[in-house]
């Protein structure tokens, strides 16, 4: 007999299971279908262990930056004590995942999911064959990693992003990063610091050129991976390789050749091949394949739902997770609530962290606010400088006739959690009076920020009163 | 001839710094007088220095937990070079301040301040004799260390927590620290993380006992504190204490003996013996010596107000720099702002950092709410685990009939930045809501806090709305 749900979750990747957990917040009975056990990419290949690899990696930038200046003697990385330890740290996660999703009554089922109609889903499990019977439906499968024709994966030399781990425990002497983009600087990062030699080519005139990160950010990030003796590449793309015994031969579409013992490719993601039965219900997808979502995330087919990689838009977890919130709470009650990625930060941990929200300068120009940077550089921070996190640098992007906050960029020590600040503000009726008006432990970045922002509101408050615009930011304060 | 101003501030640590700026851009001309040069305790001997003492401390125990976990090798700490580097760090951000005075138009006189009358003051410095007129002053001379009559100082052999630096020059192998607030418990971290033996000893039952530090905190801080060595002794007082050639031999009231190289006494601090001339003019003190002021910061003689260590209350630099902003607006433009303590951060960075601010549960409840406590512990953090930040956790403290968000406390890694979240929410009409409903990278420690108030909100939701009760937290959202 088939059992019947409120929601049915394919997937339980980070945008899946925030889908299954918000549903079931909202009372609705919730299925949670996964092939390979609770997790997804970002537990057991991306975000966590990353953040792991790229703590490691900090701690030996700082405590090496030190060496002379207070600390003696040396440490160096045991990439196979990391990657164990790591695989310790996600393996006990994991084990927790069911556990939480059993408390909010959500059946997580282990098997590969078909739609056979918009409310009927085939599972075939280690169990055998299951018919669930769904109310809606919320697809979130994910995507693949983008091939690169001139430079075919054979799972050895030349690998896609996904299997950065892997490659990690072969220890490569010389390594090639294809990509410019969030992965491709992590990536960089971790090899450089564990003892590669790291070069990274990109097509792109710069690196990370998603429009939410100021150029800024990229000049500075650019000049720290250098000056770390990543070798940057910029403007170019491959145009042929050569996979022999001993390497790999990279031909640059410039003429330049290089020699490399591993090669990464990380130039973004496509759609899945495989859709599992919803194209024939007529899940209308764009262009690369992406499932089209309207902004209420609901595909083409009512009642079918799409978060995450696999309906394209910013490829992160927290997006993702902030699609889980949105298709979760809409699935489950029929709300029409809609996605906002200016509201999602954009986190990138290397040699400089970066955490980026909102509307950049050129951004909030398009939209037609008259955007005011506010430019607070490390070298005069009493806490930058005692952390050694100079150069680096907070931007503030606000409207300069109002003082509504649009945007902010943090690149340095701490970017991860700090810009969790500048997003509040972001969403505070109260702009930047909501960060100038606070107070803040000292030495802290917060008490930076809040020093500077006088004058900037004493010409507001000589001008005009705080005018919220709304339709950037769902803000409710 | 005398100059004259709208404000002068005697004093130029962190409070009185903070006063003649925030005066100045109030549009007062303002005179600053430091006998030493700009900076004060903060940034010559404590928070600033003491920061970058702490990062250090805080890399040696992460990379120290990490080796055979994926580092290897050996770091130790080179305390000569720490302390250089440390000093040239000191100067170089000393070096700005007269900079940023000036850029604000403030005078930055150095000398002695003598006040003749509450508009006159009397400057004796290397230019010679100056008579400066003022329609206000801002006291901000601070304090100094409380003296233990059963351990007096020598400068050498025993300490007061003024003379931190020279002591860590000192290595001493065997180190008391008496007392058992934030000052003994960083220097406790510092030294033992250094390589010292080291007994710390409060009469308190619990370290950290100002009431805005929950029992949780100070439990694990002292378990930490414990596991790294430091011997701790609770509910003890020096009875006596024998200085020799080679040591010190303490003697506690419960009959125990300690023998040791040297000894740090931080039990606090008294008022100034010095009073540069205000009470001759009626300005009043408490029964400590410390100056009164009412809530503007005002002190019993109209238009002369105090800031900072000399009035006592929170001696942080973060209550002084609270202080300073509302006593220069209240001086520049004759406002009558009230201070509000419960709005400043308390930080303390040892090894287990701890952010604290507003109520804890035992103060909320003194105060008529109806607390409740979410714990977050960092067990089942992502972020906490790949930071190794396990055991910590985050306590929110809120309202439970109406949400309304009273305090707030962290500890483990980013305490410092992180408490300022959590302040933002106090300040917030929308309480825990907004906590609840911002998108936060992943992981992060801020996702592990909004995925636990959905249970709290959906009871609320299906009880009263929000009501945000004021005179807790002047919030302006």
Redesign the interface.
Known sequence: MARSYDVAVIGCG?GGYQAAVTAA?CGAKVALIEREGAGGA??DRA??PK??LA??AS??V??RA?V????????????G??LA?DQD?IA??KR?LPHRLRALGIDLIVGHARLRDPHTIGVTGPQGFARLLARRVILATGARPRPLPACPVDGERVVAANRLIPLLASEPRRLLCIGGGAVAVEAAFLFRTFGSEVTLATRGARLLTRPVVSERAARLLERKLSESGVAILKGVSVASTRIDQDGVTVVFDDGREGRFDRVLVAVGCVARADDIGFRALGVRCDAAGFVATAETLETSVPGIYAVGDMKGGPM???AA??DG?IAGENAAQGFARRRNYH?????IDSILPL?VVGLSEDMAERAGFAPEVVYIPYG?S??A????ASPGFIEIVHDEETGQMLGGCVAGA?A??????L??AC????GL??LA???????????DVGAVL??YL?RLVRTQPMVFRPGIYAH??
């Open positions: 980070a917040q970002c537990l975000c966590v953040k792991a703590r490691v701690l030996l700082q405590t030190l002379g200046q207070g600390l003696a003697g040396g440490m160096r990385c045991d990439i004590a990391v330890h740290l006990d996660l927790r992160t977890a927290a997770l902030h919130r509201q999602v930060p954009l986190v955490g005069a009493a806490k400088r005692v952390q050694g701490g991860d959690e700090f810009v969790h600040l997003l509040g969403r505070s009726r109260r009076w909501s008006d606070l107070d803040y432990g000292h030495p802290s970045y917060g008490e006088g004058p004493a409710a304060d």
